[in-house]
C-alpha cells in the first residue's frame, strides 16, 4: 500500500511539474515574436525619443493609470496616432465613451494595427500594437459597440490627436 502511495505521489508530482511547464511556456509566449517594423529604432534611440510614460507603455507593453489621459475625453474630428511613430491608427468616428476610463474604439484603421496573444495577467488577451513601430498600444475585447462588437481599450500615452 505504502509503495503504491508514493507511486501515485511521483507520478502527480511528475504531473503537476509539467502543467507548470507547460503554464510558464505559454506564458513566456506573451513576447511579441521579433518582426521587422518599417521603424526600428535602438532601446537607446526609443528611450531618447519618447517621455519616461511613453516609452514605459509603447516599448515595455506598460499600461497607465485609468482616467489619467486627456484623450479620453478627446472629441474633435481627427486622427488618433502612435506617439512612437505617427503612423494614423484610429479614426475619432469610431471612438465611444466605453466607461473604462481609456480611450476606446470599436475598429482600427485599414493595416494600421497588429495583434499578439498576451498572458500576462495569467489568461489570454489579445494584445493590440502599432503595425509601423510593434509599441504596444492596449488589448482588444469583445464587448464592444456595434458593427464589431470590438472594443479597442488603448492607453491615451501611447497615442496623439491630429485635428482633421
Known sequence: MQTTDRNRRAFLGLLGSGVAATTLAACGSSEVQAKDYPVSFSEAQWRKKLTRSEFYVLREAGTERPYTSPLNDEKRVGTFVCAG??????????KYDSGTGWPSFWKAL???????????????RTEVHCADCGGHLGHIFSDGPKPTGKRHCINGVAMDFVLA
Open 85 to 94: 511613430c505617427a503612423n494614423e491608427l484610429y479614426s475619432s468616428k469610431t
Open 110 to 124: 485599414p493595416g494600421a494595427v497588429g495583434t499578439s496573444t498576451d498572458y500576462k495577467i495569467g489568461y489570454p
